[in-house]
């Protein structure tokens, strides 16, 4: 039994995060708690607040997004039924990775589903402020759902990796559990900006992983490119891939493939998922 936290706000990006999720543990028994959080700063402050209580503010807010979720689980119940899946709601009030947090924490979370932006709503960051406050802060795997990505059966995973650092056990299981699910092939890539051979250190921890995965298909890959996000896309576009898997104790390489200061043009990850897996 998995249990898997969906955040919501209702939007049609978070309807095709919460499809995606349910389509790639289709064959899973999964409780899915989705979860609704009210932002303090976007429901304070104004004229009206000044003369409402901050508890009766909440209670109205509250009962208003409950209201919501419960049009959402309708909604749900004209998918196709799964006897597998139990759906739970939460509607919280605060800030959206303080809760997230404890939700983790209290319902023992193996995941969280959630949708990104793309390209057309970015502004600070390629993959949207909410979703990477959440990458970066919530010690939970993640996975972000682009707007554009549809579910298909899941063949090829990517890792880029700079391959400098040695992973730790929990987190390579849980790659490894996936793809025994999926019954799907491991890649791992390695970019080097000028094409530099790997050193000792890199080279052994290349070996670890490729021995760590030799019971399933794994291969080795790799491409020289300036920039690490464009290499990426282009060997995700170039391999099909399905899904790309990130690990967040390198936060170094995981910003410089998720995190850019302009968006010059649509990156890899507006189509195809990715995976960030936490150690904590």
Known sequence: MKNILIP???SENAWNALIYGISFFKKTHCTFYITHVNSISTNSGGEAAMYVSQELLEKTILEESNEKLEKLLKKIEHLPLN???????????????????EQVK??????????????????????GSNTGNVITKVPCTIMAVPEMATYHSVKEVGFPSDF??????????????????????????????????MNASQEENKLLLLDYFKELEC??????GKKIDESIQCFTESRNLDL??????????????????????VSYHTKVPFLVIHEA
């Not at 949708?115 to 709503?121: A, L, N, Q």
């Open 244 to 265: 790309v898997v990130m690990v967040a104790k390198n936060l170094n390489f995981l910003e410089r493939i998720l995190f850019r200061p302009t968006v010059e043009k």
């Open 106 to 127: 209290e319902k023992k979370i193996d995941l969280i589903v959630m949708g990104t932006k793309g390209s057309s709503g970015l502004k600070a960051v390629s993959i």
């Open 219 to 224: 291969s080795f890959h790799f491409v020289t």
């Open 83 to 101: 006897t597998k899946h139990k759906f739970n709601t939460i509607a919280l009030y605060g800030f959206l990775t303080d809760h997230l947090k």
């Open 8 to 10: 919501t706000d209702f």
């Open 164 to 197: 400098q650092l040695k992973y730790d056990y929990r987190v390579l299981d849980i790659l490894k559990d996936i793809l025994f699910l999926k019954n799907a092939a491991l890649r791992l890539l390695h970019v080097s900006p000028r094409g530099e051979k």
